[in-house]
């Protein structure tokens, strides 16, 4: 674990010696606070349902904008190649690396707990979903920083990185969405590999042991992915 420390150190050290942390954090901010105003004044009701039903879409949008940099700048820069000789195994750099993408993440959704106290000072909310909602949020989070970083893995273009990342999770968002419109073997398939459906059980107060058995399983499977496309460059 030393070397995930230290993978995960200098990843983290980087994202806040760059713009990118401060630009995602007040981007995220400052949209779902715009959220939470208009969803208030709309529903009339100590509730963040109608936020973090938007805060899902930023997320799709944002995360891989944190991951693009993970391995594509790497490689760019050719400090893939010292790393890969370094004394790390390619599970201490992916790992080190995811973690330290999730942890930005982490931050950046932490501060919406001023949402939930002003909803504490102002009503009566239904702290039930809120906290599964939030769990939901590290959850589906593991699994947008998984994607993310497989991408990056792949190219050498940050912009190509973010952009292939984006619209991977639109689609599995699209997928998720279109599972809603019909029934049978199909539409169950659509439902169980988009993320809309998964997601939504949280934000209802269900923690459902199938959605997180999807994140957690999925997350492990892309991060497996990753770790044998790293390996694979000592071979080329």
């Known amino acids: 674990m030393r070397n995930v420390t230290t993978i995960f150190q200098r990843e983290i050290l980087s994202y806040f010696y760059s713009p990118i942390a401060y630009v995602v954090i007040s981007v995220f901010l400052i949209a779902s606070g715009f959220f939470f105003a208009g969803n208030l004044q709309f529903w009339q009701e100590a509730s963040l349902k109608g936020s973090l039903d938007s805060i899902q879409f930023f997320l799709l949008l944002l995360t891989p904008v ?24 390619d599970f201490d750099v992916v790992f080190g690396k995811f973690l330290a993408a999730l942890s930005l993440y982490t931050v950046m959704i932490l501060p919406t ?8 000072i102002f009503g009566n909310p239904d702290f039930g979903p809120i906290f599964s909602s939030y ?25 190509v990185a973010a952009v292939i990342g984006i619209v991977s999770l639109i689609i599995l968002w699209v997928i998720g969405f279109l599972s809603t419109y019909g029934d049978g073997w ?19 107060g269900i923690v459902d042991t199938r959605d997180v058995i999807y994140y957690l399983s999925f997350t492990a499977l892309l991060l497996f992915i990753t770790v044998r496309n790293v390996e694979s460059r000592k071979w080329r």
Do not use: C
């Open 66 to 89: 944190i991951t693009m940099k993970l391995f594509s700048d790497e490689s760019k820069s050719g400090t893939m190649e010292t790393l890969m000789t370094s004394p790390v195994t």
């Open 113 to 120: 707990w001023i949402y939930v106290l002003f909803l504490s």
């Open 186 to 204: 199909f539409y169950e398939a659509l439902r169980y590999i988009g993320t809309y459906d998964h997601w939504s059980s949280f934000t209802k």
């Open 135 to 159: 769990i939901g949020l590290i959850l589906m989070g593991g699994l947008f920083v998984s994607i993310g970083l497989l991408v990056s893995s792949l190219t050498k273009n940050q912009v």
